[in-house]
DNA sequence: GTACTGTTTTGTGGTTTTGAAGAGG
DNA sequence: CCCTCTTCAAAACCACAAAACAGTA
């Protein structure tokens, strides 16, 4: 990860995923060979996009796993916040550990969600954030190699893609609400409180985006809605390009695809309808598709309304960062993944899991008022229309 | 360390404005 | 699908005393 990729006010201390440690830690945990991008909870595994695949497409109970991305910082836990000014996805224990230690910082995170049945290259592009770009990083030669695509200056080489469109996220305003939080709580605890997601924003990807759209690269190859030759696949110049599988509109592209009269086909994948966005109580969102702009709720709390899902009866919710039992494991149907032991990690989420719960019994919803000099000085002035009107002398 | 002074920032509430979402034609 | 209308929630606005902060003796 090059030094242009970190926010400018990061301190050496708070720089911490150690990205570039052993890169053994991120092996995947079914085929040991690639690096793990994504983590499937039901299988406490850390899985490349291609043995997630394999793994989950065998049955239809598979298949309703819930995989995330995989943090950044632990390589561990399933990824649940998105912070923009480390360009890093965390875990929610790290992302507390991190995003506590630094409260000078104010760092611009939003809430990740998890995803299950079998998405598409495209639709995973979406769900790592890729949405609005992500098309454009399969354009490829017919090396594959290089993202070398017929847009030329515009769009030359995957590099200078990565650096002028993925990784320009600059960071956003917080909520005052979330530093309010984390300075009143006594414990602190505010790995839950992030700032709404504004709309059409660019988001996730992480710190392995490079790897990420490498193995989606590779993933499309093999994808039957996606395979070159097929009538996805058009030849432009002695060039095979891809087109987008759900962009919709193919003047959104600046790629030219009416000026080459291609017209972008829309259609289904084979596995559409077993893929499923799950809101943030975990519980399946029923449309097959969702526009851009849902594709990640804000969990803000609601009194009553409880986080922990039981989806196919072994999940748990991603706001914990929960590691269950793993029925089908246990069953032994499925190919079963290697699983990686961690103990301590069990505890650390238990604590934060507590944590969330004490935070959540003293969290106030009324109003309220730090100085109530101020409170008795405001009913009583004069106002205009609502608003303080001047005084006269 | 304490006291004082000057400057900057914060917080307060009622009304209006703004924008999103849903209903209906 | 598009447009209009309605409803609702949240943000914005305002002035100024109080709080917070910085500097000096």
Same mark, same amino acid.
């Given at each position: 990860?090059?030094?242009?990729?970190?926010?400018?006010?990061?301190?050496?201390?708070?720089?911490?995923?150690?990205?570039?440690?052993?890169?053994?830690?991120?092996?995947?945990?079914?085929?040991?060979?690639?690096?793990?991008?994504?983590?499937?909870?039901?299988?406490?595994?850390?899985?490349? $996009?291609?043995?997630?695949?394999?793994?989950? #497409?065998?049955?239809?109970? $598979?298949?309703?796993?819930?995989?995330?991305?995989?943090?950044?910082?632990?390589?561990? #836990?399933?990824?649940?916040?998105?912070?923009?000014?480390?360009?890093?996805?965390?875990?929610?224990?790290?992302?507390?550990?991190?995003?506590?230690?630094?409260?000078?910082?104010?760092?611009?995170?939003? *809430?990740?969600?998890?995803?299950?049945?079998?998405?598409?290259?495209?639709?995973?592009?979406?769900?790592?954030?890729?949405?609005?770009?992500?098309?454009?990083?399969?354009?490829?030669?017919?090396?594959?190699?290089?993202?070398?695509?017929?847009?030329? #200056?515009?769009?030359?080489?995957? #590099?200078?893609?990565?650096? &002028?469109?993925?990784? &320009?996220?600059?960071? &956003?305003? !917080?909520?005052?609400?979330?530093?309010?939080?984390?300075?009143?709580?006594?414990?602190?605890?505010?790995?839950?409180?992030? *700032? *709404?997601?504004?709309?059409?924003?660019?988001?996730?990807?992480?710190?392995?985006?490079?790897?990420?759209?490498?193995?989606?690269?590779?993933?499309?190859?093999?994808?039957?809605?996606?395979?070159?030759?097929?009538?996805?696949?058009?030849?432009?110049?002695?060039?095979?390009?891809?087109?987008?599988?759900?962009?919709?509109?193919?003047?959104?592209?600046?790629?030219?695809?009416?000026?080459?009269?291609?017209?972008?086909?829309?259609?289904?994948?084979?596995?559409?309808?077993? $893929?499923?966005?799950?809101?943030?109580?975990?519980?399946?969102?029923?449309?097959?598709?969702?526009?851009?702009?849902?594709?990640?709720?804000? *969990?803000?709390?609601?009194?009553?309304?409880?986080?922990?899902?039981?989806?196919?009866?072994?999940?748990?919710?991603?706001?914990?960062?929960?590691?269950?039992?793993?029925?089908?494991?246990?069953?032994?149907?499925?190919?079963?993944?290697?699983?990686?032991?961690?103990?301590?990690?069990?505890?650390?989420?238990?604590?934060?899991? &507590?944590?969330?719960?004490?935070?959540?019994?003293?969290?106030?919803?009324?109003?309220? !008022?730090?100085?109530?000099?101020?409170?008795?000085?405001?009913?009583?002035?004069?106002?205009?229309?609502?608003?303080?009107?001047?005084?006269?002398?």
């Amino acid at each position: 990860m090059s030094d242009s990729l970190r926010h400018p006010n990061l301190s050496c201390k708070d720089e911490a995923p150690q990205l570039d440690k052993d890169q053994n830690s991120r092996l995947c945990d079914y085929c040991g060979d690639s690096t793990a991008l994504l983590y499937c909870r039901a299988d406490s595994a850390k899985l490349c $996009f291609s043995c997630d695949r394999e793994v989950h #497409s065998t049955n239809q109970l $598979f298949s309703k796993h819930t995989r995330s991305q995989l943090c950044d910082a632990c390589d561990a #836990s399933p990824a649940t916040i998105h912070c923009s000014t480390e360009n890093s996805v965390f875990c929610q224990n790290c992302d507390w550990e991190r995003h506590n230690l630094s409260l000078s910082e104010v760092h611009d995170r939003r *809430p990740l969600e998890g995803f299950t049945g079998c998405p598409s290259v495209t639709e995973l592009l979406t769900i790592v954030g890729f949405d609005d770009v992500g098309n454009k990083a399969l354009f490829l030669t017919d090396s594959g190699d290089a993202a070398d695509g017929f847009l030329g #200056s515009e769009f030359d080489g995957l #590099s200078e893609f990565l650096g &002028s469109e993925l990784v &320009s996220d600059t960071p &956003s305003i !917080v909520s005052l609400d979330d530093l309010i939080v984390s300075t009143n709580s006594p414990h602190n605890y505010n790995a839950m409180e992030v *700032p *709404p997601m504004p709309k059409n924003r660019r988001a996730a990807g992480g710190r392995h985006k490079e790897e990420l759209l490498n193995q989606l690269r590779q993933f499309a190859k093999t994808e039957p809605n996606l395979n070159y030759g097929d009538n996805n696949t058009e030849r432009l110049n002695g060039r095979q390009y891809l087109v987008p599988e759900q962009c919709g509109e193919p003047g959104n592209f600046s790629t030219g695809f009416k000026e080459h009269g291609i017209e972008a086909e829309i259609f289904p994948s084979y596995e559409a309808g077993d $893929f499923q966005w799950h809101n943030d109580s975990g519980e399946p969102v029923t449309h097959a598709f969702l526009p851009n702009t849902s594709l990640r709720s804000c *969990p803000q709390e609601v009194p009553g309304k409880h986080s922990f899902s039981d989806v196919c009866g072994n999940h748990v919710n991603d706001q914990y960062g929960g590691q269950s039992q793993n029925l089908c494991n246990s069953e032994n149907l499925s190919p079963a993944p290697r699983v990686a032991p961690y103990e301590l990690t069990s505890q650390e989420r238990d604590s934060a899991i &507590s944590r969330y719960k004490e935070k959540r019994k003293t969290r106030r919803y009324d109003k309220h !008022v730090r100085y109530e000099t101020r409170k008795v000085r405001a009913e009583s002035r004069t106002r205009i229309k609502g608003r303080f009107a001047k005084m006269d002398r």
